[in-house]
């Protein structure tokens, strides 16, 4: 007699998934077929799927996102205890891990006065650009409202967040953007646009200036940037580069946004991408690694100048910042962020990322050594990029068919996720971008090396 196997809860979440889950940056015609991979469990660095495998992370969560890695009980606590004492109340009024959370994160930047709170990277940008254009109508007549942005950064999903990224593929059928934003080149020195030239990055900055010069200076109120520019290639920034930028934001009275929404919170071994280059910003905005995604948050910081901008004459009924967002009234975001902060002091994190990260680009330049096909390694802490080329003379970029390739190799062959440029410019999807939890030991980099080395010895270009 047949026994009928019954279905276990992962199946039905199976089930479930493919009929009714439309997910993200995914074409779903594959999936009739199959269902998506789905996670069920993560420890550490490792996860297990809905079918049962096992799987080294080198992502964060796919996105850059789960720094202190996976199964953090002391967060998971904080939050169950924040939420069992009162889970939401608005941010019109204050809520104690939210205060808590604000004075800590302030005393790791130095130099900033003030957090916002809401609840994803794009998020915290369009609160950025809100202050940028408020200001604008308060002391220049609205004149001064331009934002700049940089080709190959990204910014986010929303319309006016999409307005701001450098990447056009991403943007491809969204348009019409919003206006007021306007694009300047990117200083990504191994692809230079101004051939062999000595001070490449004193260049791609003085790029900006040109921009500014063209729209006029009184029109341009903001620069918006990635301290290392992640999805749109790991771009470190080439020698002189934010030297220049801080002394052209000063020259044209122009306030600096840096976007640490993926160099945020100890990605590159110190706590934001932007303390490694002697920066003073005006602006910061930080969401995936401020929490390690065990809750939803995302921080708009300002200086206190900024901030004071807007304490205005209580008459003024126009004076004040006038924007809300529901959820970052939610006390989980901070209850998990302090949680999270406490955990990378507490493991001395930052040193690890530092420590490991020299570890795992000196392990990259070997498999430089051994394969033609890698153009250029890049990166810092964490946070390391391979770009993969047909011809290093040439620089002619492999087709993104070849990443996506040795990224399935690495999970299929050797169970290890990796992560890549996607679909971000038509013919630049070529790097690999390697971004492991701030716990990574130098054992779990030998296997990422490891799995890589393995897909590149398979693939043919
Ligand atoms: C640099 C950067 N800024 C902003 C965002 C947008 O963040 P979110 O997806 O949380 O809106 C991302 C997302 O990948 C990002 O990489």
Redesign the pocket.
């Known amino acids: 007699m047949n026994k009928q196997v019954p279905f276990t809860e992962h199946d039905l979440a199976l089930m479930a998934d493919q009929k009714s889950v439309w997910h993200h940056l995914t074409n779903h015609t594959p999936y009739e077929e199959a269902a998506p991979m789905m996670m069920v469990e993560g420890s550490g660095m490792r996860l297990r799927d809905a079918k049962g495998n096992e799987y080294l992370d080198s992502t964060s969560g796919g996105?850059?996102t789960v720094n202190v890695g996976y199964g953090r009980e002391p967060i998971a606590k904080a939050v169950y205890e924040q939420l069992m004492k009162m889970n939401f109340y608005s941010q019109t009024a204050g809520n104690e891990p939210a205060a808590i959370f604000a004075e800590k994160l302030l005393d790791k930047m130095p130099g900033m006065g003030r957090v916002y709170y809401s609840n994803?990277?794009?998020?915290a940008?369009e609160k950025a650009y809100k202050i940028v254009r408020q200001i604008a109508h308060k002391k220049y007549d609205g004149k001064k409202h331009k934002i700049l942005f940089r080709e190959r950064?990204?910014?986010?999903?929303t319309i006016t967040?999409l307005s701001s990224t450098g990447q056009f593929e991403r943007k491809n059928q969204y348009g019409p953007f919003t206006p007021g934003f306007v694009e300047f080149p990117h200083c990504l020195e191994y692809r230079s646009q101004w051939g062999d030239v000595a001070d490449y990055g004193v260049r791609a900055a003085k790029e900006m200036e040109r921009v500014i010069l063209e729209e006029g200076p009184d029109t341009v109120g903001a620069v918006v940037l990635?301290p290392i520019t992640?999805?749109g290639g790991v771009i470190t920034p080439p020698e002189g580069y934010w030297e220049t930028i801080q002394e052209i934001c000063a020259k044209y009275d122009i306030l600096l946004h840096l976007?640490e929404?993926?160099c945020g919170l100890g990605r590159t071994g110190k706590w934001f991408g932007y303390q490694h280059y002697g920066i003073k910003p005006d602006i910061v905005t930080m969401?995936?690694g401020v929490a390690s995604g065990y809750a939803a948050i995302?921080c708009t910081v300002t200086t206190e100048a900024v901030f004071d901008c807007f304490k205005t004459d209580p008459s003024d009924r126009d004076g004040y910042f006038r924007d809300v967002s529901t959820f970052g009234g939610c006390t989980a975001g901070p209850a998990a962020a302090l949680a999270n902060m406490n955990i990378i002091e507490d493991e001395n994190l930052l040193d690890n990322a530092t420590k490991q990260g020299e570890y795992f680009n000196s392990r990259l330049l070997e498999l430089k050594d051994k394969y033609a096909f890698i153009g250029d390694v890049r990166g810092k802490g964490l946070f390391q990029g391979l770009e993969l080329v047909k011809d290093r003379v040439t620089k002619e970029p492999v087709h993104e068919s070849i990443i996506m390739q040795v990224a399935a190799h690495c999970q299929n062959k050797s169970n290890v996720m990796i992560g890549r440029t996607n679909r971000s410019f038509r013919d630049f999807n070529n790097t690999i971008a390697l971004s492991p939890a701030l716990i990574a030991t130098e054992s779990d980099i030998d296997e990422i090396v490891l799995a890589l080395d393995k897909a590149f010895a398979e693939v043919t270009l």
Request: charged residues 25%; hydrophobic residues 30%.
């Open positions: 996105l850059w994803s990277g794009s998020e940008n950064d990204y910014h986010g999903t967040a990635e992640a999805g976007d929404v993926v969401a995936k995302s």
